[in-house]
């Protein structure tokens, strides 16, 4: 996903988002960050605990999330970037504690 979006690809950046001529639409900007939530151990979105549920073998998976994550946005890409903070799961405050919280493996 993050390679379709590579260059600041705007076509791509918002089909990942919604898929206008499909019957079923997959917002795949915000499944992306449901799985980042779920890497990281938490059921309701708030990472307090955040060192006590990312172990060590989840550390790469949790960065290439990420990385993914800021391609959706980058360009900017103003309703991805929306559809991170305006998630149910608290999308922002989820980067935020990771970016705050050291991840060395």
Known sequence: LQLL???HNPEFQ??????DKHK???NLVC??????????GSQTGLLGL??????EDKVDLTNQ???TLTEYCQGPCHDNQDAIVNHE???IDIIIAIVLNDMTP
């Open 14 to 19: 918002n089909y990942l988002r919604i898929q």
């Open 31 to 40: 499944e992306t960050l449901k799985f980042l939530d779920a890497v990281c």
């Open 89 to 91: 799961s608290n999308g």
């Open 5 to 7: 979006c590579e260059n």
């Open 65 to 67: 999330t990420l990385i």
């Open 50 to 55: 955040l060192g006590n549920y990312i172990n």
């Open 24 to 26: 079923t639409n997959y």
